[in-house]
């Protein structure tokens, strides 16, 4: 039973960061999208469910290639002082 709640829960999560990637998708008309957080590490057991929801939210766009950053959690903030150190 626990494993169907925790399969269950990664496809509801896939299905919201496929739905909210989808306007970003649409407007910035990407090439590639990289993931990267700690929640990237899982994107195996989401990525069904978030191209579901892509296709599903905007089914004449086009889906772009996905990846996972290989900084995997560590992406976000060294994002961030990249753009602190470029910026100032």
């Not at 999208?33 to 990237?40: C, I, R, S, T």
């Not at 996905?66 to 602190?84: I, P």
Request: hydrophobic fraction near 50%; charge should be positive; proline fraction near 3%.
């Amino acid at each position: 039973m626990k494993v169907n709640s925790v399969a269950r829960l990664f496809d509801v999560y896939g299905h919201h960061i496929g739905v909210g990637l989808s306007t970003l998708i649409t407007v910035f008309e990407p090439a590639h999208v990289v993931l990267g957080g700690g929640a990237a590490r899982y994107f195996d057991l989401y990525e069904a469910e978030l191209r579901r929801a892509l296709v599903r939210s905007n089914p004449f766009a086009s889906v772009p290639d996905m990846c996972v950053s290989r900084l995997g959690a560590q992406a976000g903030a060294l994002g961030a002082a990249l753009l602190a150190q470029r910026s100032g």
